[in-house]
Each structure stands twice: as C-alpha cells, then as structure tokens.
C-alpha cells in the first residue's frame, strides 16, 4: 500500500486569499506555508472563526487574527493559544459574541411564541 503526499489545491497566496475570502474553511486545503500568513488566517477567520483550527505556526499567536476569531466564532477561543487563552481582549471578543448569539436567539423565540402583533387586536372572545 502506498501513501500519496497531500496535494493542497491553492499554492499561490492570490489563490488561497480568494478562497478563503469566499469561503473560510477552505483553510484547510492551503498549504503550511500559506496557512502561517497573517493576511491568509486573517482573511480565512473573519468569514468563518472557527477556520482557525486549520492556521499553523505564528498565526495562533497573533493577537488580531485571535481577536477577529473569537469575535466571529466563539469556538475559536478553543484553537487560541495558551498566551492569548487569558487575554482580555480575546475573551472579551469572544463573550460579546456569545452575548449577542444568545439574544438573538432569545428574541426569536419570543417573536415566535407571540400570538399577536403589538398593533393587532386581539379577536374577540
């Protein structure tokens, strides 16, 4: 049984910046070389934060592309590095996130489970 090298599917950097532009987790089928760059990982978590798992080398421990991370995707707070895991700014990018998830979900369970609209009548009994 042989083992094929991995092939990445974006070598250039103008490549795998449209890529990851367009679609965040294509992070992963960029090469370790790109996948390090500040402005590719930059580009790749400010659509998806979650794509940080796939950035390698000194991109985990850049403070902006931690922060655009976390502010996207909260989940991101996982692949940050151990320095910048108790960074108030990483933090707080990531709870202002989770705050505003969670009331954007509050208020659409409350528009749901309204029967009326606040201008509409009720229908007479």
Do not use: I
Not at 5 to 16: D, I, L
Not at 57 to 72: F, Q
């Amino acid at each position: 049984m042989s083992w094929k090298k991995k092939t990445y599917k974006y070598q250039t950097k103008e490549a795998a910046l449209a890529a990851v532009s367009a679609y965040g987790h294509a992070l992963k089928d960029v090469p370790p070389a790109l996948s390090s760059d500040k402005d590719v990982v930059l580009a790749a978590v400010r659509r998806r934060g979650f794509s940080l798992g796939y950035a390698t080398g000194t991109a985990l421990a850049d403070r902006d592309v931690c922060v655009a991370a976390c502010s996207n995707d909260w989940w991101a707070l996982q692949s940050v590095s151990d320095d910048l895991r108790g960074d108030k700014k990483v933090r707080g990018a990531a709870c202002e996130f989770q705050t505003l998830a969670r009331l954007w979900h509050r208020a659409r369970v409350v528009s749901r489970s309204r029967r009326f609209t606040p201008f509409e009548r009720p229908p007479a009994l």
